[in-house]
Every structure is written in C-alpha cells, then in structure tokens.
C-alpha cells in the first residue's frame, strides 16, 4: 500500500515562510526521486522543485532562490522549504514519488499567502 502524505500547508503573509513536509509508505524511499508540484487556481499543475535519488534537484524559475527541496532517507520524508512567499505561490501543493516509469501522488495541501 502507497502511501503520500503532504502537510504544513496554511495561512501565510507576504514574505513569510512556511516547510512543506511529504511522508511516504509503501516505497523504497531512497530509490525514488521526489518532487513538488502545484496548481493554482484556473491553471494547470506545474513542477515546483525535484531532487532526484542522488539528491540532485532541480527548481522552475519562478522559485529559484526562494525554495529549498531536501530529503531524509531515514525518515523516508521530502521537505520543502519556501521563503520570501509572495501571493503567486498559492496554490495547492502536491508530493510526488517517481522509480522509472512508476510514480504517486499525495493528496495535496493547500498554501496561501494574503495579507
């Protein structure tokens, strides 16, 4: 049984901070690259950061400098840091676990940021 689990989603203003967590079941962890993707409101999900098996990431430019994707094999767990938020990052925000061709999602929390 697979298993994602998002949370740390919330309320936040302008320039706070917030650390999205995805703990995972069912998979190898360490053999799965890990990601972080999003959907706003009207607009199609798109992929925030990735970091990969040998923990190489990779972020979309509208984030590089503000987000930080990290992974803890031993708690079978992928984070990610945001910081400096602005409103154009609400959104809901997906974990994603991906081994070849094989791949799950979680079932998304929610980021708003709004004065």
């Known amino acids: 049984q697979v298993q994602l689990v998002e949370s740390g989603g919330g309320l936040v203003q302008p320039g706070g901070s917030l650390r999205l967590s995805c703990t995972t079941s069912g998979i190898i962890f360490s053999t799965n690259a890990m990601g972080w993707y999003r959907q706003a409101p009207g607009k199609e999900r798109e992929l925030v950061a990735s970091?990969?098996?040998?923990?190489?990431?990779n972020y979309a430019d509208s984030v590089k400098g503000r987000f930080t994707i990290s992974r803890d094999n031993a708690k079978n767990t992928v984070y990610l840091q945001m910081n400096s938020l602005i409103p154009e990052d609400t959104a809901v925000y997906y974990c994603?676990?991906?081994?070849?061709?094989?791949?799950?999602w979680g079932q998304g929390t929610q980021v708003t940021v709004s004065s």
């Open positions: 994603n676990a991906r081994r070849g061709w094989t791949a799950y």
């Open positions: 970091i990969n098996s040998g923990s190489s990431t």
